[in-house]
């Protein structure tokens, strides 16, 4: 079925949802997210008719010597794994392109220092240009939540902002159980002595 020619609401009601944290693929049906301080990268291969969809948050920044390493190594393993499961389904390298969108300024507990929203924002679009993959098109910052829609047959997305006072409370109830764990799963990390971090 192709969705292309139908609205943004018809393809938000057939759409499936990712989760904070969460990434997926589809050739046909269109994926959809709901980002408050989180950002969203959708990337996808036209000539393949496939596309992805990611939704992340970096961990907040601690005061230990692997704390700006912990946050790279969270942020390179959610695009890796939006970009690496792609290829593994057909689509190539040299003709991925990509649309990123959220880092908004809704969820003010998580701000310390330097905004949340930016450092998700900033590390999407270097992680993009450091990987020669063009962000065609972004909606970042500000103080909006967002509803992101995917079609992956041909890369079209939908950005629908939010007012901060339309953002619901499972949203940031759900991004703030998200960060909770990231700084676990920081918190539990092993330190490391080798700072050699090998991509691919």
Aim: aromatic fraction near 6%; charged fraction near 25%; glycine fraction near 8%.
């Amino acid at each position: 079925m192709s969705y292309a020619h139908l609205s943004s609401r018809d393809i938000e009601r057939q759409s499936r949802s990712v989760a904070p944290g969460a990434w997926a693929i589809e050739t046909e049906q269109p994926l959809s997210t709901l980002l408050g301080s989180c950002v969203a990268v959708c990337m996808y291969d036209r000539a393949a008719r496939i596309g992805g969809l990611n939704h992340f948050m970096l961990p907040n920044l601690q005061r230990t010597p692997n704390s700006e390493e912990d946050a790279l190594l969270a942020g390179d393993y959610c695009m890796e794994a939006l970009r690496n499961g792609l290829l593994a389904r057909g689509a190539k390298k040299a003709r991925l392109e990509a649309k990123a969108f959220g880092g908004g300024t809704i969820i003010g507990s998580l701000a310390q220092g330097m905004s949340i929203g930016r450092r998700n924002a900033d590390f999407a679009r270097d992680w993009l240009s450091r990987e020669s993959i063009p962000l065609i098109a972004s909606d970042f910052l500000g103080p909006w939540s967002r509803k992101i829609l995917l079609v992956p047959e041909n890369g079209d997305a939908y950005c629908r902002r939010m007012v901060t006072s339309m953002a619901t409370d499972s949203l940031i109830k759900r991004e703030t159980a998200y960060a909770d764990t990231l700084a676990r799963q920081i918190a539990n990390r092993q330190p490391t002595t080798d700072k050699k971090i090998e991509l691919f």
